[in-house]
């Protein structure tokens, strides 16, 4: 009994003091790397989720900008952009310059996950607000077009030549993309492809009037200036009657799922399809 009394400390002494083996600290720092990828890509999508929020408010000023404008032109458009020939030399007018008047901050026209902030507003001697690239945003090129050495003051389209404001785009995240994007038909990665800022516009895959011109079958460096989705897999847009949503790329460009049996499917939603937010219908 003694013998038994004297050792037995010693045997829970030498228990206590035991490390962890190899086995056991490989077992656990699997568990944490397995956790680890679990969790990771849910923070990253968490964040880009309030990056995204930040864009939609954003997108939310350009739009009451945009309502706030027609108001005061006559039911109008603001213009894409303009060239105009003057004494001093050539000026060239672009959408967000003249919005710029009617957002509190110029951080409205820039979105958190693109990480140039490449655009700028100057004055010049004539009184025109100019540029030099739009950032995060483009405009509808169908909507509000370009007019070339004519008179500053012409309007992009009136809203009674929209038929459905509500469905009808006015800005959406866009950006000027490498020629890579001219075979894709997989819009979700375009955003991947962005080289700079989409200089002024946004092209959409075809016209307003349901002519033939399919914009991404092109090999064309404007048509190159697309929507792209910054935000797990979507964008923001903003509408002609003055709301904004985020919606997924593919559902709303038609791409590739357009519906239309042996179309190209770079084509986007036919001519007056219900999802077609770029044409006359």
């Not at 303009?82 to 310059?97: C, K, M, N």
């Not at 739009?134 to 090129?141: L, S």
């Not at 077009?145 to 012409?154: E, F, I, K, L, S």
């Not at 866009?174 to 991947?192: F, M, N, Y």
């Amino acid at each position: 009994m003694f013998l038994s009394r004297t050792h037995a400390p010693q045997a829970c002494r030498r228990s206590a003091d035991a490390a962890f083996t190899l086995i056991e600290l490989l077992v656990v720092i699997a568990i944490i790397a397995i956790l680890a990828a679990i969790l990771f890509p849910v923070f990253a999508q968490a964040r880009e989720k309030a990056r995204q929020t930040a864009c939609l408010s954003n997108s939310k000023q350009l739009a009451t900008a945009i309502a706030m404008y027609t108001q005061d032109y006559d039911e109008t458009m603001p213009m894409g952009g303009y060239t105009v020939d003057t004494p001093t030399g050539t000026l060239l007018g672009r959408w967000f310059a003249d919005l710029q008047p009617y957002v509190k901050s110029l951080e409205a026209f820039n979105c958190p996950s693109k990480n140039e902030k490449d655009w700028t507003i100057q004055t010049n001697p004539a009184g025109i607000r100019t540029n030099s690239f739009a950032g995060a945003y483009g405009c509808n090129i169908n909507v509000m077009n370009y007019n070339t050495r004519g008179n500053v003051a012409m309007p992009g389209r009136a809203l009674a030549e929209i038929a459905n404001p509500a469905g009808t785009f006015a800005l959406a995240e866009a950006g000027q993309l490498t020629a890579e994007v001219r075979p894709s038909s997989d819009p979700t990665t375009w955003h991947k492809l962005e080289s700079s800022g989409t200089y002024w516009q946004t092209q959409p895959p075809s016209d307003w009037s349901g002519d033939s011109l399919k914009r991404y079958t092109r090999a064309d460096s404007n048509f190159e200036r697309r929507p792209v989705p910054r935000h797990n897999g979507g964008l923001n847009v903003v509408y002609c009657d003055g709301h904004a949503k985020w919606s997924k790329i593919d559902q709303f460009l038609g791409i590739p799922e357009n519906g239309v049996a042996g179309d190209d499917p770079r084509a986007g939603w036919p001519y007056g399809h219900a999802n077609n937010t770029w044409d006359n219908r």
